[in-house]
């Protein structure tokens, strides 16, 4: 019997919901690939270890880039083998729901359809990422009543209002965390002459990194290659030096948000006042984050229990009741 399936296929982690079972995997979108002989060498936490740490011929890519696929074949790879290690074979076709930003276009919604389909699925079906955040997070969408997500990804950032089951705004940017990522690895290249690779920058990020002043900072202790002279070489940095580098693509998640809620019509702007934003997303778990889009919006900022995996629980929702909640889908709706 095949079980139907939720994938929230993120630029960062992918993630997997069975019916009746709940998440049944979770890892990075990561895959590793012989280009000498076009083998899988490695999918998942597996191959997020190797980045920056394999051969010529050996490389480590992450498929999706700033929520799209960027490598087609790769990421219909990347989606079968997905299928495999939860059980799914050509003698069980799922039904398979997946998480999209809603700024895709619509040749990336056939390519993330197309990939499924060739991956073994029955029927592939796409939820856009801020509903199925708002239904994981349990907000009464289908009540007249103003619900707000922001969903902080690692290659995009979304604001959607929600009421009565559908977006009334939406301000989408292809801004995310591997971008405050890499304005950690050019601030240290540009100030100290160091190279650090990309795994170095997301530790320095969630070790010193904040959106805003918090309370108990410490410093970090970095080490990488000095481009004048190739040597190993170790360098001590300040969470301000962080704040300071990271602000340009902070500042831009934070004005997506000021965006969104200048759209919302008035009655909907006073449900927001009284119950707040909904912050989801892996990038959400930036220190100060939440303390930063308070005060630049105005409005009250929550963060929900399981942030990177509430997309997946909506959609996991959806799934146990697949006719019932088929509105709530792309197709459905348009």
């Keep these: 019997m095949a079980r139907d399936l939720a994938i929230d296929l993120g630029t960062a982690n992918t993630l997997v919901y069975a019916r009746g079972?709940?998440?049944?995997?979770?890892?990075?979108s990561v895959i590793a690939i012989n280009e000498r002989s076009g083998e899988v060498l490695a999918m998942g936490d597996e191959a997020w270890h190797m980045i920056g740490r394999t051969p010529e011929h050996v490389v480590a890519k992450r498929p999706l880039r700033k929520g799209a696929i960027t490598d087609f074949e790769v990421t219909q790879r990347m989606v079968r083998l997905l299928l495999e290690r939860v059980g799914v074979s050509r003698f069980n076709r799922p039904k398979v729901l997946i998480c999209v930003p809603s700024a895709i276009t619509a040749v990336e919604r056939r390519a993330v359809t197309e990939a499924a389909r060739r991956a073994g699925a029955a029927d592939a079906q796409l939820i856009e990422q801020p509903l199925a955040a708002a239904i994981g997070?349990?907000?009464?969408?289908?009540?007249?009543?103003?619900?707000?997500?922001?969903?902080?990804?690692?290659?995009t950032s979304e604001s959607a209002l929600l009421s009565l089951g559908g977006v009334v705004a939406l301000e989408a940017v292809r801004v995310g965390s591997f971008d405050i990522d890499?304005?950690?690895?050019?601030?240290?290249?540009?100030?100290?002459?160091?190279?650090?690779?990309?795994r170095t920058a997301e530790e320095i990020k969630w070790t010193i990194g904040s959106a805003a002043p918090t309370p108990d900072e410490g410093r970090a202790e970095v080490k990488g290659r000095e481009l004048m002279?190739?040597?190993p070489k170790t360098v001590v940095l300040t969470p301000g030096e962080i704040r300071l580098a990271i602000d340009e693509p902070v500042a831009a998640m934070v004005e997506s948000v000021v965006q969104?809620?200048?759209?919302?019509?008035?009655?909907?702007a006073q449900d927001?006042?009284?119950?707040g934003v909904c912050l989801v997303g892996g990038g959400?778990?930036?220190?100060?984050l939440d303390a930063r889009i308070a005060e630049e919006a105005g409005v009250p900022v929550v963060r929900v229990e399981t942030p990177m995996e509430c997309v997946v629980l909506g959609a996991g929702h959806c799934i146990e009741?697949?006719?019932?909640m088929r509105v709530m889908f792309m197709d459905g709706r348009r």
């Design 284 to 288: 959400s778990l930036l220190r100060g």
């Design 137 to 155: 997070a349990n907000l009464p969408i289908s009540e007249p009543v103003g619900n707000m997500v922001v969903d902080i990804g690692g290659g």
């Design 182 to 198: 890499a304005a950690i690895q050019a601030y240290v290249r540009r100030e100290y002459g160091l190279a650090i690779g990309e």
């Design 21 to 28: 079972e709940g998440v049944v995997l979770a890892e990075p």
């Design 229 to 231: 002279s190739g040597l």
């Design 321 to 324: 009741s697949f006719e019932a």
């Design 272 to 275: 927001l006042m009284a119950r």
């Design 260 to 268: 969104c809620l200048s759209q919302a019509p008035p009655e909907l």
